[in-house]
């Protein structure tokens, strides 16, 4: 079943703009990660939080994690061209049993306008 | 260069025939997943083995087999019984076992085509 669920579908935006997408999930996660991938590419990771953690920064990206909401948001800032992708949202639910997979959302699509 | 390698990138199934695809990783990483990716949505976990011989079933499983002999390599059978297999297949690593908060590592995708 597919926990994550990525708002928007779809984004456009102007280069040099803000990015943000949004992911919603439903049952306790042990951390949240974000994906990239490229047309017809494996996924890259891009980030991940723990459970204990609101907020995280890697270059241009922050995302941010609310527990009792149950949703992250990823933000990248001053877009490029070059991050025009999909972005995937995906909960890790480690249920003592070893690595039981990442549960995906269904992805944001991104283009940036040049 | 360490990494995950999926093989081949392109392949052509006629209707009743099994096919295997292959994933071989050299990260040393214990837990290997198999994804299915269809055309505007997310992954759907197939199968995945936290161990050498020993597998677990996903959340699609059905026409599908894999095995799990050496650390390094997780194939995946695509078999006759799959109804719909044309689809986007990926395989991913990670260091599992009891260890979590690791991120996962991915192959760069099978495209299968029942013709």
């Known amino acids: 079943s597919q926990q994550g669920e990525e708002d928007p579908q779809a984004l456009s935006i102007q280069e040099g703009e803000n990015a943000t997408m949004n992911c919603s999930y439903k049952t306790s996660i042990n951390n949240l990660q974000w994906y990239r991938q490229n047309s017809g590419r494996g996924l890259v990771h891009l980030i991940l939080i723990r459970s204990n953690e609101r907020e995280k920064h890697s270059g241009r990206l922050r995302v941010t994690l609310d527990t009792s909401k149950k949703s992250s948001s990823l933000l990248i800032t001053a877009s490029r061209a070059a991050d025009t992708a999909s972005y995937f949202c995906a909960t890790d639910a480690y249920s003592g049993g070893g690595a039981d997979g990442l549960t995906f959302g269904k992805g944001t699509h991104l283009i940036i306008q040049p | 260069d360490g990494g995950i390698t999926q093989s081949p990138k392109y392949l052509f199934r006629k209707e009743g025939q099994n096919v295997t695809l292959s994933c071989e990783q050299n990260?040393?990483?214990?837990?290997m997943y198999w994804y299915r990716q269809d055309p505007g949505q997310g992954l759907r976990l197939i199968y995945y083995s936290q161990i050498v011989n020993d597998f677990q079933k996903g959340d699609i499983a059905e026409g599908y087999s894999v095995s799990r002999e050496k650390k390094e390599s997780f194939p995946l059978t695509v078999t006759s019984a799959q109804k719909n297999p044309t689809a986007f297949y990926l395989c991913?690593?990670?260091?599992?076992?009891?260890?979590?908060?690791?991120?996962?590592?991915f192959g760069q995708g099978t495209r299968l085509t029942v013709v």
């Open positions: 991913a690593s990670r260091g599992g076992g009891l260890r979590v908060n690791t991120e996962a590592f």
């Open positions: 990260l040393n990483h214990d837990a």
